[in-house]
């Protein structure tokens, strides 16, 4: 079952199959948890968020009129979710993940966590509707057409958050690139 279309898990779902619901759990569920710990720069908040999810997913997949759009949808409810749990001032520690170099040296591997910490926490700096676009459009790697989906926006307002985002993250990275 985990290689058939969404189309046809979304339809079975729609029918009560429980195996429909976990192919397309196990399917998402890494990328929609990217997105809520981006998003909300909290582990466990993103681990309750991305359950959340999949639950609300699955409540509510009967009001899903298009089923070619099942992957934006679900990241879309994601989303909200993740601006209504920030929205309640929760906090939101990102712990820095360490990162294990065998090929380099250890000037390398330090040089490479401050860069990789540095841009991290440049993002983490942006406000949070530019943050979002550069999440989905980078490190999802959706489309203009799926960010304005998920976002309730327009195609030309993703791409105008998406260019500012891109030249504040330049000017405050500059400094480490020359």
């Known amino acids: 079952m985990e290689h058939r279309p969404d189309e046809s898990l979304v339809n079975e779902l729609r029918l009560g199959n429980s195996a429909a619901f976990e192919s397309l759990y196990y399917r998402y569920k890494d ?14 908040l993103a681990e ?11 409540d509510h997949i009967h009001t899903l ?4 759009v099942f992957r934006s949808w679900l990241f879309a409810i ?3 979710l993740t601006y209504k749990a920030l929205r309640r001032n929760r906090p939101n520690p990102l712990p820095v993940e360490e990162e294990l170099y065998d090929d380099y040296s250890l000037h390398v591997e330090i040089e490479r966590e401050e860069i990789r910490t540095s841009v991290l926490a440049a993002i983490r700096s942006l406000k949070l509707e530019y943050r979002e676009v ?23 307002s993703v791409k105008s ?9 330049a000017t405050r990275l500059a400094p480490l690139f020359r």
């Open 78 to 80: 994601a989303r909200n």
């Open 31 to 44: 990328d929609v948890f990217s997105i809520c710990l981006n998003l909300a720069n909290d582990q466990a």
């Open 48 to 58: 309750d968020i991305t359950h959340d999810a999949f639950l609300r997913m699955r």
């Open 134 to 156: 550069i999440i989905l459009r980078e490190f999802q790697l959706l489309s203009y057409a799926e960010i304005a989906q998920i976002a309730g926006d327009s195609e030309s």
């Open 161 to 169: 958050r998406l260019f500012k985002a891109r030249k504040a993250l």
């Open 65 to 68: 009129r298009d089923v070619s």
